[in-house]
């Protein structure tokens, strides 16, 4: 904790100051913010408090006794007020170390603490070495060992947004008295102080019409047309990290389209205003309607279904290439860990080769990814178009590091192009842009490039993604039903995808059992995980329970055993 923690006007409440030392040291800042200082005990045993008080008082710092750190909501002064900063050093129940009650301390802290911080505010909590549970900790203990930080914020809808060491250096005059209730100090050798951000609840609302009008089409809005589709699509497709600035694959897009723009002389940039979602050529593609006339199509899965769009867009007398990001739309299957819409970039131009390549090359330089190496191999299958292919390669990105196999992340081709009678040989290629994301941003799943709090920041001009959430955690819970008619395992994920797919991260068939009678029953593993709100284990079983399971009953007629 140093002073740039703090921005000017910040109205900052510290809780269980015990001695009061270190609100004498943030004092000592001489900030341009206010402090309220509090503390539950109303006596004097701590040495030095009666002193910090008056010192303190004289400096214009308000400071309250008497005050319960878990019901500062219910505190006759503070229940009125916003704070931009809440602060918590090292909280501890007194006495014999129990950790449950420790952890119930910082439950009932952040239930009450969230309700008086400002939207935009932050809660800290600073703990000794060891008892966050988070994977910074050293030493890292077992989880059943730690106070489960990130865990009981969540019960104030509260995520971890960074950690940080405790500078006790910055404050020289602060003594971390109350070690097990008495005048002892904690020992803050390797503490850390853990940021929270207040978010809005996964579900703000459970009513079940609510709930069941996720399950309906909704209109996607083009400059094409109108088109109706799965819910999920338009969600996400409203969310495009492409064209939110400060995203990875923004980010990414725009450094592409530098390089190329290096490497070539004349590059024309086209995008989802100039080219359709939906074709009526691709097969196997996720199916839409136009609105009003309800023609079935297909939305495009793969920058190919609409490359005819892309080349009467190509002047070939003026660009020499064509750049075009754009999203892709994946069928909702079984597996979660495959994002419903993909980025891909598309370059097309009379001469493309080593274009490609030599960008992600270029990549792997700005990010300083030594360990990461390219490697090219023949293109094992054919793009689903109807150009005829007439050469192509893959390129892949393998970590020397890792035991992982290659991660492929573009593709170069030459296309016979027929046309105005006669055919023609060009060069393209497609970069997947989430692929490469994940690589150099070290993403571990799809969803955390597609949060809206997440963005790239830079550190000594290397970028790196700061995430929506420093960490989150998984939790597992079984479902098990009697089979209905109206049951399909494709219709059970379609709908578990509407309801919840950017928190259920895997979904996993434990077995099914059918009586003599005839009647089946079915269980599932569903692992759940939220990387931009707060979930806990109890909200992860309250959602199962209170919002899947009754809208899966509600659609396909099952009974929940």
Same mark, same amino acid.
């Given at each position: 904790?140093?002073?740039?923690? @703090?921005?000017?006007?910040?109205?900052?409440?510290?809780?269980?100051?015990?001695?009061?030392?270190?609100?004498?040291?943030?004092?000592?800042?001489?900030?341009?913010?206010?402090?309220?200082?509090?503390?539950?005990?109303?006596?004097?045993?701590?040495?030095?408090?009666?002193?910090?008080?008056?010192?303190?008082?004289?400096?214009?710092?308000?400071?309250?006794?008497?005050?319960?750190?878990?019901?500062?909501?219910?505190?006759?002064?503070?229940?009125?007020?916003?704070?931009?900063?809440?602060?918590?050093?090292?909280?501890?129940?007194?006495?014999?170390?129990?950790?449950?009650?420790?952890?119930?301390?910082?439950?009932?802290?952040?239930?009450?603490?969230?309700?008086?911080?400002?939207?935009?505010?932050?809660?800290?909590?600073?703990?000794?070495?060891?008892?966050?549970?988070?994977?910074?900790?050293?030493?890292?203990?077992?989880?059943?060992?730690?106070?489960?930080?990130?865990?009981?914020?969540?019960?104030?809808?509260?995520?971890?947004?960074?950690?940080?060491?405790?500078?006790?250096?910055?404050?020289?005059?602060?003594?971390?008295?109350?070690?097990?209730?008495?005048?002892?100090?904690?020992?803050?050798?390797?503490?850390?102080?853990?940021?929270?951000?207040?978010?809005?609840?996964?579900?703000?609302?459970?009513?079940?019409?609510?709930?069941?009008?996720?399950?309906?089409?909704?209109?996607?809005?083009?400059? @094409?047309?109108?088109?109706?589709?799965?819910?999920?699509?338009?969600?996400?497709?409203?969310?495009?990290?492409?064209?939110?600035?400060?995203?990875?694959?923004?980010?990414?897009?725009?450094?592409?389209?530098?390089?190329?723009?290096?490497?070539?002389?004349?590059?024309?940039?086209?995008?989802?205003?100039?080219?359709?979602?939906?074709?009526?050529?691709?097969?196997?593609?996720?199916?839409?309607?136009?609105?009003?006339?309800?023609?079935?199509?297909?939305?495009?899965?793969?920058?190919?279904?609409?490359?005819?769009?892309?080349?009467?867009?190509?002047?070939?007398?003026?660009?020499?290439?064509?750049?075009?990001?754009?999203?892709?739309?994946?069928?909702?299957?079984?597996?979660?860990?495959?994002?419903?819409?993909?980025?891909?970039?598309?370059?097309?131009?009379?001469?493309?080769?080593?274009?490609?390549?030599?960008?992600?090359?270029?990549?792997?330089?700005?990010?300083?990814?030594?360990?990461?190496?390219?490697?090219?191999? #023949?293109?094992?299958?054919? #793009?689903?178009?109807?150009?005829?292919?007439?050469?192509?390669?893959?390129?892949?990105?393998?970590?020397?590091?890792?035991?992982?196999?290659?991660?492929?992340?573009?593709?170069?081709?030459?296309?016979?192009?027929?046309?105005?009678?006669?055919?023609?040989?060009?060069?393209?290629?497609?970069?997947?842009?989430?692929?490469?994301?994940?690589?150099?941003?070290?993403?571990?799943?799809?969803?955390?490039? +597609?949060?809206?709090?997440?963005?790239?920041?830079?550190?000594?001009?290397?970028?790196?993604?700061?995430?929506?959430?420093?960490?989150?955690?998984?939790?597992?819970?079984?479902?098990?039903?009697?089979?209905?008619?109206?049951?399909?395992?494709?219709?059970?994920?379609?709908?578990?995808?509407?309801?919840?797919?950017?928190?259920?991260?895997?979904?996993?068939?434990?077995?099914?059992?059918?009586?003599?009678?005839? +009647?089946?029953?079915?269980?599932? &593993?569903?692992?759940?995980?939220?990387?931009?709100?707060?979930?806990? &284990?109890?909200?992860?079983?309250?959602?199962?329970?209170?919002?899947?399971?009754?809208?899966?009953?509600?659609?396909?007629?099952?009974?929940?055993?």
């Amino acid at each position: 904790m140093h002073p740039d923690t @703090f921005l000017v006007g910040d109205n900052v409440l510290l809780v269980g100051e015990g001695n009061f030392s270190f609100a004498v040291g943030l004092t000592d800042w001489n900030l341009p913010i206010t402090i309220t200082a509090s503390c539950l005990g109303s006596d004097n045993v701590i040495k030095t408090r009666e002193e910090n008080i008056a010192y303190l008082k004289e400096k214009g710092v308000r400071v309250l006794l008497g005050v319960d750190a878990t019901k500062l909501d219910e505190h006759f002064v503070l229940r009125t007020e916003k704070f931009s900063k809440i602060i918590f050093n090292f909280p501890h129940i007194g006495g014999k170390m129990k950790i449950h009650l420790n952890r119930a301390l910082l439950k009932g802290f952040f239930q009450t603490a969230s309700k008086l911080v400002t939207l935009d505010g932050r809660i800290l909590v600073s703990l000794c070495k060891g008892q966050g549970g988070t994977r910074v900790d050293k030493p890292i203990r077992r989880w059943d060992d730690t106070w489960q930080v990130v865990e009981m914020a969540a019960h104030g809808e509260l995520v971890l947004v960074s950690v940080e060491k405790f500078r006790n250096d910055m404050i020289p005059k602060y003594t971390s008295v109350g070690y097990r209730g008495g005048d002892s100090a904690f020992d803050t050798d390797g503490a850390l102080v853990h940021v929270f951000s207040k978010r809005e609840p996964l579900y703000p609302s459970m009513d079940m019409e609510t709930l069941l009008q996720h399950l309906e089409s909704q209109v996607l809005e083009t400059k @094409f047309g109108n088109l109706v589709c799965n819910s999920v699509y338009h969600i996400k497709y409203r969310n495009n990290p492409l064209e939110r600035e400060g995203s990875a694959m923004h980010y990414l897009s725009e450094q592409l389209k530098s390089f190329v723009e290096t490497l070539c002389i004349k590059v024309r940039h086209i995008s989802d205003d100039n080219v359709p979602l939906h074709t009526e050529l691709a097969i196997g593609s996720p199916l839409c309607y136009t609105e009003g006339h309800k023609v079935e199509c297909s939305l495009r899965h793969t920058l190919f279904d609409v490359l005819d769009e892309v080349l009467k867009l190509w002047n070939q007398a003026h660009d020499e290439i064509i750049m075009f990001p754009g999203l892709i739309f994946n069928d909702l299957g079984v597996d979660f860990s495959y994002p419903p819409l993909s980025c891909h970039v598309l370059l097309l131009g009379d001469e493309l080769s080593g274009v490609t390549e030599k960008c992600i090359r270029r990549m792997l330089q700005v990010f300083q990814k030594g360990a990461m190496y390219i490697s090219v191999s #023949a293109f094992e299958m054919a #793009a689903e178009c109807h150009h005829r292919i007439t050469a192509d390669k893959n390129i892949f990105i393998k970590n020397v590091t890792q035991t992982k196999v290659p991660v492929k992340v573009a593709q170069e081709f030459s296309l016979t192009v027929e046309g105005s009678g006669e055919s023609r040989c060009i060069s393209a290629s497609v970069i997947h842009l989430d692929r490469l994301s994940e690589l150099l941003f070290d993403v571990d799943n799809w969803r955390q490039l +597609w949060t809206q709090e997440s963005c790239v920041v830079f550190d000594k001009n290397i970028p790196f993604l700061n995430h929506s959430c420093f960490e989150s955690l998984a939790y597992t819970c079984d479902i098990s039903f009697l089979e209905s008619p109206s049951f399909s395992s494709a219709k059970f994920c379609a709908i578990l995808w509407q309801v919840a797919g950017d928190i259920i991260i895997n979904v996993e068939f434990l077995n099914m059992y059918q009586s003599p009678d005839g +009647w089946r029953s079915h269980c599932y &593993r569903i692992t759940y995980q939220s990387f931009d709100k707060a979930l806990s &284990r109890k909200q992860a079983s309250r959602i199962q329970e209170a919002i899947i399971g009754k809208v899966l009953c509600a659609k396909l007629g099952i009974s929940i055993r």
